[in-house]
């Protein structure tokens, strides 16, 4: 499976991508998920959509539906030591159907037709990320923006929890990946690394978002 996009939950109405723009991150459209309660700030990145999530409509976050996904858990966990974080993952090849590495839950958004689902990993302790598989996305992305800050290629992603077990074998499974670790760390960390960290340059957005990105 292939890193499609990684989440953030944050504060309404994201206020923290503008340390992004600032950055020089060309910021995408924005995107409101009708029927699941959340709303989002994009930034389209070479190799991986990071999104900042936030909470829109509570009653459709706490919806049947929207359970399933378990987001609502997620976002009253960042107040008890939870993840902030989700990784949405795809199939390498989905033209010869790659079907999902992991036990997962089904769950049908009101915003895609019905025969199209999501599936969650199911039972990952909350202290990890949220893990989704979503096989009709397609391999290759075409939707990566020019960003005046010059980055050009994603090279490795780095997360870290500070669970006091074993990580699950979901997180195992993402650290095998090529360019991907999902460690036991001292805290919620995210690190994003283009072109192989070349220019030396490193941004630490920890005094707002747990994300560092280097290039």
């Known amino acids: 499976m292939l890193l499609d996009h990684i989440f953030i939950c944050v504060d309404e109405n994201a206020p923290e991508a503008d340390e992004l723009v600032f950055l020089g991150l060309a910021e995408g459209t924005p995107n409101r998920h009708r029927g699941q309660g959340t709303a989002n700030r994009r930034f389209f990145l070479p190799g991986v959509m990071l999104e900042l999530l936030w909470v829109a409509d509570l009653n459709e976050l706490q919806s049947v539906t929207t359970r399933t996904l378990g987001l609502a858990d997620r976002f009253a966990a960042r107040k008890d030591g939870g993840s902030p974080f989700g990784f949405v993952f795809k199939p390498k090849n989905p033209r010869i ?119």
């Open 97 to 215: 159907g790659n079907s999902c590495p992991f036990p997962f839950r089904s769950y049908h958004p009101a915003y895609l037709p019905e025969t199209l689902d999501m599936k969650v990993a199911d039972a990952t302790p909350r202290i990890e990320p949220l893990y989704v598989f979503i096989d009709f996305l397609p391999a290759s992305c075409s939707t990566a923006q020019h960003h005046p800050c010059g980055i050009e290629r994603l090279t490795s992603v780095h997360v870290t929890f500070p669970a006091q077990g074993a990580p699950s074998p979901v997180a195992r499974m993402i650290d095998s990946l090529p360019g991907m670790s999902a460690r036991v760390g001292r805290e919620h960390l995210l690190e994003l690394c283009f072109d192989d960290g070349k220019r030396g340059v490193r941004h630490d957005f920890r005094n707002r978002l747990p994300l560092i990105i280097r290039w």
